[in-house]
């Protein structure tokens, strides 16, 4: 997907998922590409990746799920519809 068909209210969410994918593997911005952006409503607050040991507000939380490619490898995000992006390791291939 090019990033001019990513729908405007989801262009932060996805430059702040491939930031954090490029710190994570040390790779730069421009080698990460965009597979698949979707609108999703969250059951919680957790966006879809609760952590252990953690409370989340059970409220429906609109979002995105973003699916990054990088160096033959992909990885899953998730997001609010403001500026809270969660790497969701376990659903990553």
Do not use: F
Request: proline share 5%; charged share 25%.
């Amino acid at each position: 997907m090019e990033s001019d068909s990513i729908s405007i209210g989801a262009e932060t969410a996805v430059e702040l998922a491939k930031a954090d994918l490029a710190r994570r593997k040390g790779v730069n911005r421009g080698s990460i590409a965009v597979i698949k952006v979707e609108a999703v409503d969250w059951p919680d607050t957790s966006l879809g990746c609760p952590q252990p040991d953690m409370m989340y507000a059970q409220v429906i939380t609109p979002g995105y799920r973003i699916v990054l490619s990088c160096a033959g490898e992909t990885h899953v995000y998730h997001s609010d519809r403001g500026t809270r992006v969660v790497y969701c390791p376990r659903i990553s291939g």
